[in-house]
């Protein structure tokens, strides 16, 4: 059976195949009649808070593209139109999903994105493609290096974290090893799952231990034959409801949600813990500039991050207290491993998925 297609393997997909849609035609930039933006959002001026918070209100709506789940995206929405009397429209849909429909109607000289949120690797095949335009923010100072790219077309607002999920009706959390690679014991077999489509997961590891002990650990394990499920979300679901008695690649936030419900599901930072960013971008032909990079604003301010914290995710602002102050960790760079990919792919579907 042919192995499914993994994360990265959709998104270079997808690149492709606008770079060939493109040939001969337009570019997506130019199809479109729209105004340039770039005075906007390139502002740096003393009264550049007040001016885009009056261009925002008289614009009154924007449209947000994301993969964030509705029980964040709603509540984010919500504490934004409060504060600013702007309408937020939310399309939710995966994240492959909203990188695709992005690029087919920019590609066909429709406007209707103003700011897009999801996963870094996505955004960044945006930006490459001129769909996602460069910004400034008066929040950058706050971000780690890991969430500032050096072309500045999107900024990390919050991280997904790879933790180890378990149902607490069937592993108790004293059995958890310290180290990742307790889980290469043979002690583990039969109990353990992954996420089908974490090979950037396996590189993040393989980047923090150093390719001779990180490729050893990963043969080590998949020779205990883990159970591959596709989806974060079903992955969650069925570790709470026992199928799958613990999962290395749960998203923390899937977790909590879970937990938060009264579902008998836990999960432990074992390190080293790997993390993803997760992007915000505003669109370089916005139909509402001003409030697109007014509300890229309110997410990556000390407020949207500790909203974003209170509802379970991991905000990326050192003005917030996360995870990622306590644990050693690795970022995933979402542009190097864009390029690698094809590599780590290849391996965990030989590791994995045969």
Not at 43 to 58: P, S, V
Not at 227 to 253: D, F, I
Not at 303 to 319: A, F, I, M, Y
Request: aromatic share 8%.
């Amino acid at each position: 059976m042919k192995p499914p297609a993994t994360h990265h393997t959709a998104i270079c997909a997808i690149i492709a195949f606008c770079i060939i849609a493109a040939v001969g035609a337009t570019p997506a930039r130019a199809q479109t009649a729209a105004a340039d933006n770039s005075a906007i959002y390139m502002d740096q001026g003393a009264d550049r808070g007040e001016r885009l918070i009056a261009k925002a209100r008289e614009e009154g709506t924007l449209t947000l593209y994301t993969s964030m789940a509705t029980t964040e995206s709603g509540p984010l929405a919500l504490a934004f139109e409060k504060k600013y009397g702007v309408k937020v429209q939310v399309w939710r849909a995966l994240s492959e999903n909203v990188l695709q429909r992005a690029l087919t109607e920019a590609r066909g000289g429709r406007r209707s994105m103003d700011v897009v949120e999801t996963n870094a690797p996505e955004v960044e095949a945006l930006a490459r493609e001129g769909v996602a335009a460069q910004f400034n923010s008066s929040h950058i100072a706050d971000l780690p290096a890991w969430a500032i790219p050096a072309h500045r077309r999107w900024f990390g607002d919050r991280a997904n974290l790879w933790v180890v999920g378990y149902n607490t009706d069937k592993i108790k959390r004293e059995e958890l090893p310290a180290a990742l690679e307790g889980f290469a014991d043979p002690r583990w077999k039969g109990r353990l799952a992954l996420e089908a489509t974490d090979s950037d997961w396996m590189y993040g590891v393989v980047s923090f231990m150093g390719e001779a002990r990180g490729l050893e650990f990963f043969r080590r394990l998949a020779a205990l034959k883990p159970e591959m499920r596709k989806g974060h979300v079903l992955v969650a679901q069925l570790v709470a409801a026992g199928e799958l008695p613990l999962c290395l690649t749960t998203y923390s936030g899937n977790a909590n949600s879970i937990k938060a419900k009264g579902g008998p599901i836990d999960w432990a930072a074992v390190e080293p813990l790997v993390g993803r960013p997760q992007a915000i971008a505003v669109a370089a032909n916005a139909p509402h500039p001003n409030a697109a990079l007014l509300f890229a604003d309110f997410v990556l301010s000390p407020e949207g991050q500790q909203l974003l914290g209170d509802l379970g995710r991991v905000p990326s602002s050192r003005t917030q207290t996360t995870l990622l102050d306590t644990h050693k960790y690795v970022m995933v760079d979402p542009i190097k491993s864009l390029a690698e990919a094809p590599k780590w792919e290849a391996l965990w579907n030989e590791l994995f998925l045969k």
